[in-house]
T-cell receptor
Framework: DSGVTQTPKHLITATGQRVTLRCSPR?????VYWYQQSLDQGLQFLIQ???????AKGNILERFSAQQFPDLHSELNLSSLELGDSALYFC??????????????FGPGTRLLVL | AQSVAQPEDQVNVAEGNPLTVKCTYS??????LFWYVQYPNRGLQFLLK??????LVKGSYGFEAEFNKSQTSFHLKKPSALVSDSALYVC??????????????FGTGTLLAVQP
């Protein structure tokens, strides 16, 4: 168990809908990362927050947004869902962003299925 | 741009035999390299990392990795494979913009199958 929790584990929804994925980092970790894993794209970095502030953006669609709250948990919001958004969404956390403090520990993921 | 390549989609090995899972990288500065393992329907588990220092890095579950700067490789190894090692192994490199971020770039993964 990495100490990173994600809810829900599974999510089934329809095209056009909006969903929110939640992540709680390991105790003491300040950085949260979101990744998308799909069969054709592999693991892709979406976005990173550090202590409440956006730190880096990757291949995140405009329909997707995220935030990190004062208690350091994070939410990833996916809207106007399309079939192609079906994937595993992972959250990871790290103590900091450099050196050994930057080792990322992953949650179990949320499997999203858009029908 | 930073990148990672895992040239083998699948590696088959008999239980008790040594295993190697290959990874090569391309970075503009000093590489920060990681190996993760993913079991079915589970998240990624951290195995080991190379940041600096000894080229041979020891990690969890008896795994180790050898950093080779001249060959830009970071191959994962284990002296004696177990059936329970069967999983997806993913290599990653930190995409480092002067330390401002810590995002990882992942390889496509190598499926390790250990036969009894």
């Amino acid at each position: 168990d990495s100490g990173v929790t994600q809810t829900p584990k599974h999510l089934i929804t329809a095209t056009g809908q909006r969903v929110t994925l939640r992540c709680s980092p390991r105790s003491g970790d300040l950085s949260v990362y979101w990744y998308q894993q799909s069969l054709d794209q592999g693991l892709q970095f979406l976005i990173q927050y550090y202590n409440g502030e956006e730190r880096a953006k990757g291949n995140i669609l405009e329909r997707f947004s995220a935030q990190q709250f004062p208690d350091l948990h994070s939410e990833l919001n996916l809207s106007s869902l399309e079939l192609g958004d079906s994937a595993l969404y992972f959250c990871a956390s790290s103590l900091g962003t450099s050196g050994g403090a930057g080792t990322q520990y992953f949650g179990p993921g949320t499997r999203l299925l858009v029908l | 741009a930073q990148s990672v390549a895992q040239p083998e989609d699948q590696v088959n090995v008999a239980e008790g035999n040594p295993l190697t899972v290959k990874c090569t990288y391309s970075v503009s500065g000093n590489p920060y390299l990681f190996w993760y393992v993913q079991y079915p329907n589970r998240g990624l588990q951290f195995l080991l990392k190379y940041i600096t220092g000894d080229n041979l890095v020891k990690g969890s579950y008896g795994f180790e990795a050898e950093f080779n700067k001249s060959q830009t490789s970071f191959h994962l190894k284990k002296p004696s494979a177990l059936v329970s090692d069967s999983a997806l192994y993913v290599c990653a490199v930190r995409d480092d913009y002067g330390g401002a971020t810590n995002k990882l770039i992942f390889g496509t993964g190598t499926l390790l199958a250990v036969q009894p």
